[in-house]
Nanobody, 123 residues
């Protein structure tokens, strides 16, 4: 079992930055791929970024590539999402997820989810 708790969301002006954190419980955190997803009001959940359990590989949605960075520290059971150059369209609830896969962009491959943290970008 893995429990995930996100933090770091908030209100920021367009062009600003936020750093989301996802703290995980459980001894097997280092064996899970971690992903960030988001869901805006009235829209479906969408993939944002993912990182291999080793931290050696990452993958990003085209909409955030070059602006967002996913990273992890297995010793701290934590994954981060650094978000720079934020845009109004980045406004959403952001979720972190843990999956028993190598790397995946599909939410269906993730087994555990956090409760989400709200990110609001004002234009």
């Amino acid at each position: 079992q893995v429990q995930l708790v996100e933090s770091g969301g908030g209100l920021v002006q367009a062009g600003g930055s936020l750093r989301l954190s996802c703290a995980a419980s459980g001894r097997t955190f280092s064996k899970y791929a971690m992903g960030w997803f988001r869901q805006a009001p009235g829209k479906e959940r969408e993939f944002v970024a993912a990182i291999h359990w080793s931290g050696d590989s990452t993958y990003y949605a085209d909409s955030v590539k070059g602006r967002f960075t996913i990273s992890r520290d297995n010793a701290k059971n934590t994954v981060w999402l650094q978000m720079n150059s934020l845009k109004a369209e980045d406004t959403a609830v952001y979720y972190c997820a843990a999956g028993w896969v190598a790397l995946s962009t599909s939410g269906h491959n993730y087994n555990y989810w956090g409760q989400g943290t709200q990110v609001t970008v004002s234009s």
